[in-house]
């Protein structure tokens, strides 16, 4: 229990250095963005001016994900609690996740029950999917299949997301979650420690299971709303 409490605590002083820096930095983001979209569309650019304005809004875009990563990390968890419908947010999560998915080559299939309802709160809900399905998809180097099932197994709302990317060695899934591990380039290693979080917020279990060059499975389990 001391320990998870440790636990607790490193992660409210990382959400508030989060909330305050994410914070401060955005609006001026925002204002480049907007900088460089007008400039974008001036008819007297040279081809490689155009060319270097593309690069500099994608690598913006990418250091607005990161913050926007760290801004969910600082946002108090569980307020607004509903009824949701578990099955309607899978689906509208997959959706989202399409585009990325299809540059990166990879299949998305699903079995998804119909109208399983859960208590929690919807934007929280749809960043764990989010994180979860990213991840997924970033596994896969080479193309490959995402399978995301829903269910109701014995009276909860289970989703499974699978992949079969490059999986996680019994060292790598110990340490999956801890704030800030992460084995990516451009990782901010923060997507698994808010999801297991979030989960746990809303009552929720998970579970990893991960063989490597095989894939990685992971089972999220809400208790169902009548
Ligand atoms: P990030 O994606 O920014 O690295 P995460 O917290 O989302 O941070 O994930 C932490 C690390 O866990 C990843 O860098 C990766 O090494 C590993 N990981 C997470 N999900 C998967 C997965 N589906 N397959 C393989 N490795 C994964
Ligand atoms: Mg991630």
């Given at each position: 229990i001391n320990e998870e409490m440790q636990h607790a605590e490193k992660l409210n002083i990382i959400s508030q250095l989060a909330a305050s820096v994410a914070h401060e930095v955005r609006n001026p983001m925002t204002s480049v963005n907007g900088f460089l979209q007008l400039m974008k569309d001036d008819?007297?650019?040279k081809d490689s001016q155009r060319h270097y304005i593309s690069i500099a809004l994608n690598e913006l875009n990418h250091a607005q994900s990161i913050i926007n990563d760290y801004l969910s990390l600082a946002k108090p968890s569980s307020e607004g609690l509903s009824t949701i419908n578990v099955s309607e947010e899978v689906e509208k999560t997959i959706e989202l996740m399409k585009s990325y998915s299809n540059i990166q080559n990879i299949h998305i299939e699903t079995e998804i029950e119909d109208d399983l309802y859960m208590k929690g709160n919807k934007g929280e809900v749809k960043q764990i999917l989010v994180n979860i399905m990213k991840n997924g998809i970033e596994a896969m180097d080479n193309g490959g299949t995402l399978k995301v099932q829903v269910f109701n197994k014995h009276g909860a709302a289970m989703i499974e997301i699978s992949d079969s990317g490059k999986g996680m060695t019994h060292t790598q899934l110990k340490k999956?979650?801890?704030?800030?591990?992460?084995?990516?380039?451009?990782?901010?290693?923060?997507g698994m420690t808010i999801t297991f979080q979030l989960v746990h917020a809303m009552k929720g279990k998970i579970d990893v299971e991960s063989e490597p060059g095989k894939g990685t499975s992971i089972r999220i389990k809400f208790p169902l709303a009548a």
């Open positions: 008819d007297n650019l999956l979650g801890v704030p800030f591990y992460t084995t990516k380039e451009k990782g901010t290693g923060v």
